[in-house]
Structures are given as structure tokens and as C-alpha cells.
């Protein structure tokens, strides 16, 4: 079965702190990865996809094939990066199927 | 802005009775999509129109829940006999098209509750 997994419901860190974001995924055959994000009293948007092995808002995701993980990484949090935070796999045309989501909350 | 729109914003209503939530995807999208999401939840999907057929239903939770795009624009999701079950935001989302991976572009939800 496909399905997406986030550990963490709530992740807490203080400014200029490491984030590590959670995710791991069942899934047979190639999966195509992503992240969105939910800022306060806005709607979902893409953050990074793992096939354009961008950098967003000094964001960076690496899919793990053997680990069958999708790890969000910045390495110095800043507070306006605290928001909701899914991880999700594309199950084909662009249907996604979402964790239940990481709230990061970044302290000053 | 340009973006998905969705209809009501905030729906309140009885159980068993009927409601309808619309979306107004962005322009040239041919892609459609209904997701819901129930508190403390990713969001779940219900449907998905490519044009104006739905290419997959497979996440409409039982026959209550019906959703349409007659002309391969707006779409309206449709619950009958809602039950407090049915309680959750509903979000829509478009995209060009549904291959490949194109972006998805969210609306801003329906928080539907059922009293």
C-alpha cells in the first residue's frame, strides 16, 4: 500500500537551530516525492519536489531510496519557517497522498 | 489574485441535510482535485477530474458524496444526508495537467461542519 509517514506532530527549535523534518514512504516502484507547507492563515503550497534537487527557502530534501525517506533539512531555522509541514508522494497524476504533517515551531 | 477559489469558506449545517461546495479552479488548469482533511490529518483524497470526467473516484468515502465539472472548469462537490462524520476542511486544487509533475495550486478550503 502506499502511505506516507511523519513521526513528529510537533517539532521545537530555536532560532539559528538545525531542523531535521521527518518522512518515510511505502511505495512499489519509482516515487516521486514532495514537500508542501502550510504557513499560518494561508493555504497549502508546494515547497520542493526531490526531482528538481532545488534549495527553497534554504530547505533541501534527499529521497533515500534504500531508507525509503524524504528528510527535510535547513540547517539554520529562522522563525518565519514555523508553519505546518506535509510530506507527500505522488500516486500517479498527480494525486497525492499526504503524512499527517510536522508543525515546526521556531522559537527566538 | 488568480488563484484556486473555493465556496464557502465556512459551512454550518444540520445533519442529514444536503450541501454543495464549489470550487473555481485557475484558468487552463485541466487538472482537478478534491482532498479533505480531518483534524490533526493530512489531507485525504476524494476525486479527480481530468477535463470534465472523473478520472478517479476511488477516495469518495461511500455513496453520499458526488462530485461533478460539467464544463471542465468549476467543480462542485456534492453531500448528501451529511453526517457529523462528514465534519473536516475540503480543499480543492488544480494544476496544467496530470502528468508528469506539475505543480499543484491549493484553494484555501471549506471548513464544513455538521451539527
Known amino acids: 500500500a502506499q502511505r506516507v509517514t511523519q513521526p513528529e506532530k510537533l517539532l521545537s527549535v530555536f532560532k539559528g537551530a538545525p531542523v531535521e523534518l521527518k518522512c518515510n514512504y511505502s511505495y512499489s516502484g519509482s516515487p516521486e516525492l514532495f514537500w508542501y507547507v502550510q504557513y499560518s492563515r494561508q493555504r497549502l503550497q508546494l515547497l520542493l519536489r526531490?526531482?528538481s534537487r532545488e534549495s527553497i527557502k534554504g530547505f533541501t530534501a534527499d529521497l533515500n531510496k534504500g531508507e525509503t525517506s524524504f528528510h527535510l533539512k535547513k540547517p539554520f531555522a529562522q522563525e518565519e519557517d514555523s508553519a505546518m509541514y506535509y510530506c507527500?508522494?505522488?500516486?500517479?497524476?498527480?494525486?497525492?497522498?499526504f503524512g499527517a504533517g510536522t508543525r515546526l515551531a521556531v522559537h527566538p | 489574485g488568480a488563484g484556486v477559489s473555493q465556496t464557502p469558506s465556512n459551512k454550518v449545517t444540520e445533519k442529514g441535510k444536503y450541501v454543495e461546495l464549489r470550487c473555481d479552479p485557475i484558468?487552463?488548469?485541466?487538472?482537478l482535485y478534491w482532498y479533505r482533511q480531518s483534524l490533526g490529518q493530512g489531507p485525504e483524497f476524494l476525486i479527480y477530474?481530468?477535463?470534465?470526467?472523473?478520472?478517479?473516484d476511488s477516495g469518495l468515502p461511500n455513496d453520499r458524496f458526488f462530485a461533478v465539472r460539467p464544463e471542465g472548469s468549476v467543480s462542485t462537490l456534492k453531500i448528501q444526508r451529511t453526517e457529523r462524520g462528514d465534519s473536516a476542511v475540503y480543499l480543492c486544487?488544480?494544476?496544467?495537467?496530470?502528468?508528469?509533475?506539475?505543480?499543484?495550486?491549493f484553494g484555501q478550503g471549506t471548513r464544513l461542519t455538521v451539527v
Open positions: 484558468s487552463g488548469h485541466t487538472a
Open positions: 507527500a508522494l505522488s500516486g500517479g497524476y498527480n494525486k497525492l497522498i
Open positions: 526531490h526531482i
Open positions: 486544487a488544480s494544476s496544467r495537467s496530470g502528468t508528469g509533475t506539475t505543480e499543484a495550486f
Open positions: 477530474f481530468q477535463g470534465t470526467g472523473a478520472a478517479d
